[in-house]
């Protein structure tokens, strides 16, 4: 038994997973970073009488939330008016919103951002989060500055750069470069160059990380050992002292992979098929690679694609080679059942953000037929808060309104959704399984002041989930064995200092973007 040996112990284990068990009076081992063994408190805690011990005061464990498909950037969105009139559709929602607001941000906004949105995921017991970032006056090195504010909360993120083509051809020729960039240092940090394609149907049971990781994120070329933010690093603003360089390395810890990139592109109706082609090409050179991309989020993308190409938006991107096992396609609100189908046999995965959806107006993406159809349906926020409990409620509620049937989507299916489709995402990119509390698993867990009023077992546990419980029931947040939030208090972001310099950071790009707007 090493020193970093931690029982937690009184605890309601609600496992997911295969097992998909709720334990009363619970405990988890945590070692290395790992689940070491799961079972009854009184049983682990005579065998292994050493262990650090945590009492959780029989509140609920659980793994720690994954979010498949979010904007940090959309933090400065909150409180934002737009001059005018207010947008009567999407296409103006983005050129208005969106577009105007990501031409804003400076380094020291696609920090700031994403620091908020990350003590926010915290909070909310989101532990691992696949980021879609857009900051087209600072594209170069902007995945870095992500990355370090990733590294210095602790938490998992899948990060790439959203490639367009509505800022011309250097535009899109900086955000290729970017992606490419950010992906051969992740790879080089990890010594994994995927032969194949994980494709997370079958979960491999381990990545290979060969090699010693560096101390750095940024290992390609000469880049510069400082995070550029035009201003404080991360630890100045709000990061607890003297973190180790490396996340989750204590003692004879092994290496835990806490980042991995995608490759980014907007949306069929921002691209012109010569950028498709260059990013196609360069995702190829690389090997393995996936794109994420959003995809018929509403009418105005299938109008465009089949006035412009004479194909529907996601036919255009299969045919164009950008789906395969590896690639994210988030909303799909306005396919037919021929994209349905192609979507399937291109094993891309398919992320489902509803209160976005909703809040601009775009359509419901018609999970039970996906679902019906064994597509693997994940659950994602889109920026709009990293509360995923709300997001899994919303889910439940949107598809009975919407089909005007009660049956439509049972809470099963949203948990399903949220904790093994989400997991079996993450599998292509973190070595030990997430999502779920089982021997090998991560040791990313949170633990939830939620005390059921009526009988909780494995099979009413999601609506439990969906009927009670909410972010703000969380109260400690743990990845790869390190404590990220204790009884609500934030250990290794400080809150205070984040929300400050936020204000600040976010008038100035308020201001920016008002002058944009007109």
Same mark, same amino acid.
Not at 11 to 32: K, Y
Not at 441 to 448: N, R
Not at 470 to 478: C, E, L, N, Q
């Given at each position: 038994m090493t020193t970093d040996t931690l029982l937690i112990h009184n605890?309601? @284990?609600? +496992?997911?997973?295969?097992?998909?068990?709720? #334990?009363?009076?619970?405990?988890?081992?945590?070692?290395?970073g790992q689940i070491a063994a799961l079972g009854r408190s009184d049983e682990l805690l =005579?065998?292994?009488? %050493?262990?650090?011990?945590? /009492?959780? *005061?029989g509140k609920l464990l659980m793994p720690g939330n994954i979010c498949s498909h979010t904007h940090? $950037?959309?933090?400065?969105?909150? *409180? !934002? $008016? #737009?001059? *005018?009139p207010a947008p009567k559709d999407f296409p103006e929602i983005l050129r208005r919103l969106w577009w105007t607001l990501d031409m804003a941000l400076d380094d020291d906004g696609v920090l700031t951002s994403a620091l908020v949105c990350l003590v926010d995921a915290i909070r909310n017991g989101t532990t691992t989060l696949f980021d879609h970032h857009a900051s087209p006056q600072h594209i170069d090195g902007s995945l870095d500055i992500i990355a370090g504010a990733v590294e210095a909360a602790g938490l998992r993120a899948v990060l790439c750069y959203e490639v367009t083509d509505r800022n011309g051809p250097e535009g899109a020729a900086a955000g290729i470069a970017e992606n490419v960039r950010f992906i051969k240092a992740q790879r080089a940090r990890s010594g994994d160059r995927p032969e194949q394609i994980r494709t997370g149907r079958d979960r491999p049971e381990q990545i290979r990380t060969g090699g010693d990781r560096p101390e750095q994120i940024r290992t390609g070329g000469d880049r510069p050992e400082q995070i550029r933010t035009g201003g404080d690093r991360p630890e100045q603003i709000g990061t607890r002292g003297n973190r180790p360089e490396q996340i989750g390395t204590r003692g004879n810890?092994?290496?835990?992979?806490? !980042?991995?990139? @995608?490759?980014g592109l907007h949306a069929s109706l921002s691209l012109s098929d010569e950028t498709l082609a260059r990013c196609v090409a360069e995702a190829e050179a690389l090997g393995g690679v996936g794109f994420h991309v959003h995809a018929a989020e509403g009418p105005a /993308?299938?109008?465009?694609? &089949?006035?412009?190409?004479?194909l529907r938006t996601v036919d255009r991107l299969r045919e164009r080679g950008v789906l395969n096992p590896r690639s994210i396609v988030a909303h799909v609100t306005a396919i037919d059942g021929w994209e349905m189908a192609g979507l399937r046999k291109s094993g891309a995965w398919v992320t489902h953000q509803p209160r976005s959806n909703m809040n601009n107006a775009v359509g419901v993406a018609d999970v039970p037929a996906m679902l019906r159809g064994d597509m693997p349906? @994940?659950?994602?926020?889109?920026?709009?808060?990293?509360?995923?409990?709300?997001?899994?409620?919303?889910? $439940?509620?949107l598809h009975k309104v919407w089909r005007n049937d009660p049956r439509a989507l049972p809470g099963n299916q949203v948990i399903d959704m949220a904790y093994r489709h989400n997991a079996r995402l993450a599998a292509q990119h973190f070595p030990q399984p997430l999502g779920e509390l089982s021997v090998?698993?991560?040791?990313? &867990? #949170? !633990? @939830?002041?939620y005390c059921p009023t009526t009988p909780l077992h494995s099979d009413n546990l999601p609506w439990h989930i969906l009927f009670g419980?909410?972010?703000? =029931?969380? +109260? =400690?947040?743990?990845?790869? *064995?390190?404590?990220?939030?204790?009884?609500?208090? !934030?250990? +290794?972001? /400080? %809150?205070?200092? #984040? +929300?400050a310099h936020s204000r600040r950071v976010a008038q100035a790009t308020w201001e920016r973007f008002w002058a944009m707007s007109g």
């Open positions: 605890a309601t @284990l609600c +496992t997911f997973g295969d097992a998909n068990q709720v #334990i009363d009076g619970g405990a988890a081992l945590v070692e290395n =005579h065998a292994y009488p %050493e262990a650090r011990r945590e /009492d959780a *005061g940090f $950037y959309g933090a400065f969105a909150r *409180g !934002l $008016y #737009i001059p *005018g810890r092994p290496e835990q992979v806490m !980042l991995s990139a @995608l490759f /993308d299938q109008e465009d694609s &089949l006035a412009k190409y004479g349906v @994940l659950l994602g926020n889109d920026g709009f808060s990293n509360d995923m409990f709300a997001e899994m409620k919303t889910a $439940y509620l090998g698993a991560a040791a990313d &867990l #949170i !633990l @939830l002041d419980v909410s972010g703000s =029931h969380v +109260t =400690h947040t743990m990845v790869a *064995g390190r404590w990220l939030m204790k009884n609500r208090e !934030l250990l +290794t972001l /400080d %809150e205070a200092a #984040i +929300t």
